[in-house]
C-alpha cells in the first residue's frame, strides 16, 4: 500500500531556529515528491523533487530528495513566525495520484 | 489568491442529505482534482479530471460523484450524508493530465467547510 510518512508530528521552536522536517514514502513507481505549506485554510505549493540528490531552494527553505532512502527532508533555516504552518509532504506515483503525509505542525515562539 | 475558486465557503446540512460543491480553476488549467481533509484522516485526494474526461480515482465514496463541465469547472456531489463526512473539501487544478504539471504545482482552492449534523 502507497504510504506517506512524516516526522516529527509536531514542532515547537524559537524564531531564528532552524528545523529539519522529514518525510519518508513507500509508493509503486514513484515520480516525484512535493512539499506544501498549510496555513490557515487551502495547501501552497513549496516544491518538486524528482532527481534524487539535487537540493531546491527558495529562500531560507531548502529541501533534497534522496531516492536510495527512500526520503526527503524540508530545511528551514533563521525560522519566523510567519513560518508556523503545518507542511505536507506528497508523493506522486504512476498513475499520476498524489499520497499525503498527515504533515508536520510547526510553531515558532516569537 | 491561488485562482482557484470554491463555492460556497461553509455549507451545513443534515444527514440523508444531498449537496454540490463546486469549483472553477485557474484560468488555462485543465485538470482539476478534488480532496477531502478532516482531523483523523488528513488528505485524501478523491478523484481528477482532465479536459472533461476522469482521469484518476482515489479514495472516493460510492455516495460521491463529479463531473467537469466543457466551461471546466467541475462539481462534487455528496449524497446520503453521514457525519464522517464532515470535512473541508478542497479543489486544485493545474495545466496538464500530470498531477503537477511542468513545474509540480497544484494550485489549491480556498475549500468548502462541510458540516453534516
Known amino acids: 500500500e502507497d504510504k506517506v510518512v512524516q516526522s516529527p508530528l509536531s514542532l515547537v521552536v524559537h524564531e531564528g531556529d532552524t528545523v529539519t522536517l522529514n518525510c519518508s514514502y513507500e509508493?509503486?513507481?514513484?515520480?516525484?515528491l512535493l512539499w506544501y505549506k498549510q496555513e490557515k485554510k487551502a495547501p501552497t505549493f513549496l516544491f518538486m523533487l524528482t532527481s534524487s540528490g539535487i537540493e531546491k531552494k527558495s529562500g531560507r527553505l531548502s529541501s533534497i530528495l534522496d531516492k536510495k532512502e527512500l526520503s526527503s527532508i524540508l530545511n528551514i533555516t533563521a525560522t519566523q513566525t510567519g513560518d508556523s504552518a503545518i507542511y505536507l509532504c506528497a508523493a506522486l506515483f504512476g498513475n499520476e495520484k498524489l499520497t499525503f503525509g498527515t504533515g508536520t505542525r510547526l510553531t515558532i515562539i516569537p | 489568491d491561488s485562482g482557484v475558486t470554491q463555492t460556497p465557503k461553509h455549507l451545513i446540512t443534515a444527514t440523508g442529505q444531498r449537496v454540490t460543491l463546486r469549483c472553477s480553476p485557474r484560468?488555462?488549467?485543465?485538470?482539476v482534482y478534488w480532496y477531502q481533509q478532516s482531523l483523523d484522516q488528513g488528505l485524501q485526494f478523491l478523484i481528477q479530471?482532465?479536459?472533461?474526461?476522469?482521469?484518476a480515482k482515489g479514495n472516493i465514496l460510492e455516495r460521491f460523484s463529479a463531473q467537469q463541465f466543457p466551461d471546466l469547472h467541475s462539481e462534487l456531489n455528496l449524497s446520503s450524508l453521514e457525519l464522517g463526512d464532515s470535512a473541508l473539501y478542497f479543489c486544485a487544478s493545474s495545466v496538464s493530465p500530470l498531477a503537477g504539471g511542468a513545474e509540480g504545482t497544484q494550485y489549491f482552492g480556498p475549500g468548502t467547510r462541510l458540516l453534516v449534523l
Open positions: 479530471y482532465y479536459n472533461g474526461e476522469e482521469r
Open positions: 484560468s488555462g488549467d485543465l485538470s
Open positions: 509508493v509503486t513507481n514513484f515520480r516525484s
